[in-house]
Each structure stands twice: as C-alpha cells, then as structure tokens.
C-alpha cells in the first residue's frame, strides 16, 4: 500500500474564512487598504518542525512564481491532516487562520507609494509554563519605556555581561528576555 502524495489545494472554505477575519480586525484592514493578496490552501499533509505539529504556516510568494504561475502576495497553507488530528473546531481554525494573517507584513514608501513585502515573526516568543506561571510580560512588569535603558543595564550587571559599549539612542533599545 503506498502512502498518499502530500498535496496542496485553494480552498474556498477558508479563503471566505479568511476574509472575514480580515474585515473583522482593524489590525489586519492594511491588507484590504494595500490591496494584497492571499490564497488560503488546504493540504494533507501531517507537517511536524522539530517535533512539534504545524497546523498551518504563510509564506510570502516570491517575485519569480508569481510572474506566471501563483496569482497571491501570500499563501497560507492550512495542514488538514494535523488540524484533524488535532480535533480542531471552528473557532480554533479561526483562531489559527488569524494567526497566520499577522504574519503578513507590508510597508508602503510614502514616497514612491511602492509597497514592500514581508512575513512577520511572532511578537513573542517564550516558554509556555513561564507564560502560565509569570505572564506574557513577566520581563517587563512595572518597567515604564523611559526606564528601557536602565533595566536593559540592570539585566547585564544581573548576568555579569559588563556594560555595553554602543552608543544609545533610547528609541532602539529593548529588553530581551
């Protein structure tokens, strides 16, 4: 018995998904306002990366295939096989395709008015049991922007990483937890 080809389709199903969401979040209306585009697809695939499941990922279609072959600015897969496994509902697809369109990142030269492409990383990333037990912020807890500068000296004196030798702006500077 052979193993069934890993494919990929556009499903309609989330693409009306998708655009809901969109026009449901004003943190997503620059994809509307800039006029990308995104193909919603389904595979069935079990995706895994290192040794966790995927459930769906985006990808920002490059220049080359989108001359002749994909008609998006983005694609984001939906891993079916995974999802089900998974006993997703409704709401968790929602959930996950809102997920995904924050990965999606534009920039429009004010100039020019040409728009730039990109997917954005995740805004945070952590442990989930220091997330549980010390919340989202946990590093940044009762640390107003104007104290930056010093608690990001606080934290090298902490590990014993002497003081850092470049200049300081205050407007780059951030934690790193």
């Given at each position: 018995?052979?193993?069934?080809?890993?494919?990929?389709?556009?499903?309609?199903?989330?693409?009306?998904?998708g655009?809901?969401?969109?026009?449901?979040?004003?943190?997503?209306?620059?994809?509307?306002?800039?006029g990308l585009t995104i193909g919603f697809l389904t595979s069935n695939?079990?995706?895994k990366h290192d040794g966790m499941a995927v459930f769906?990922?985006?990808?920002?279609?490059?220049?080359?295939?989108?001359?002749?072959?994909?008609p998006f600015d983005f694609l984001i897969t939906v891993y079916q096989n995974t999802c089900e496994f998974a006993h997703f509902t409704e709401?968790?697809?929602?959930?996950?395709?809102?997920?995904?369109?924050?990965?999606?990142?534009?920039?429009?030269?004010?100039?020019?008015?040409?728009?730039?492409?990109?997917?954005?990383?995740?805004?945070?990333?952590?442990?989930?049991?220091?997330?549980?037990?010390?919340?989202?912020?946990?590093a940044t807890k009762g640390i107003r922007p104007s104290d930056s500068v010093h608690a990001g000296k606080f934290v090298g004196e902490l590990y014993d990483e002497g003081e850092d030798t470049e200049e300081k702006t205050g407007e780059e500077d951030q934690i790193q937890a």
């Open positions: 018995m052979s193993k069934e080809p890993e494919r990929a389709y556009l499903s309609d199903e989330f693409s009306k998904m655009k809901e969401i969109i026009d449901g979040h004003a943190d997503l209306q620059f994809i509307t306002e800039l695939k079990l995706k769906a990922d985006c990808r920002k279609v490059s220049e080359f295939y989108k001359q002749e072959f994909v709401k968790e697809y929602r959930i996950l395709l809102y997920h995904e369109l924050l990965h999606v990142g534009a920039k429009q030269n004010e100039k020019t008015g040409e728009v730039s492409m990109f997917v954005r990383p995740h805004d945070v990333q952590e442990f989930r049991t220091i997330i549980d037990q010390f919340g989202i912020d946990w």
